[in-house]
């Protein structure tokens, strides 16, 4: 199992959206080339199952509330994922504990184009650090090109 990390993931910009208020909405952004290698990532090979894809950062402080998963160009057939969060200091939180499947469960398709809504039951929840939105393969290995936007909305209530 690799852990493939997009470029210049700490230079993304993270903010609000809403002038006054605390709303919190972030796209990011998962497109492979016609081999399955990541397009912008720190790796030269293809995405195999059982490799973690960390897609950006979503901020300390930020109340997880709901995604949408946009696939606008399928991925290989069988592909399957699972999208959660992971800290970025990789030390696990009582409070909060990680949870790679928090947004979409396990089994989720990359196969098919695709608008899908949240599809865990999980309560929404605050960050306590930085985390890293995850998105873990499986299924099958990349092998042609696909686009996937991963929209997570939330609030921004403080770090507890």
Request: hydrophobic share 45%; aromatic share 6%; proline share 4%.
């Amino acid at each position: 199992m690799a852990t493939v990390t997009k470029k210049y993931i700490r230079q993304a910009r993270s903010h609000g959206g809403v002038p006054y208020g605390n709303v919190w909405r972030q796209r990011y952004n998962m497109t492979t080339n016609a081999s399955g290698v990541i397009v912008d990532s720190d790796q030269a090979t293809a995405i195999l199952i059982s490799d973690v894809v960390r897609l950006g950062i979503i901020p300390a402080g930020t109340e997880l509330q709901n995604a949408e998963l946009i696939i606008s160009d399928a991925f290989a057939a069988s592909t399957t994922c699972k999208i959660g969060f992971q800290y970025v200091d990789g030390v696990d939180s009582t409070a909060v504990p990680q949870n790679d499947a928090f947004f979409f469960a396990a089994g989720t398709a990359l196969s098919a184009l695709a608008r899908l809504v949240n599809s865990a039951t999980v309560a929404p929840v605050v960050l306590p650090k930085n985390a890293y939105l995850v998105l873990t393969n499986a299924g099958a290995n990349h092998s042609a090109a696909g686009i996937l936007d991963v929209i997570v909305t939330g609030q921004v209530v403080g770090a507890p």
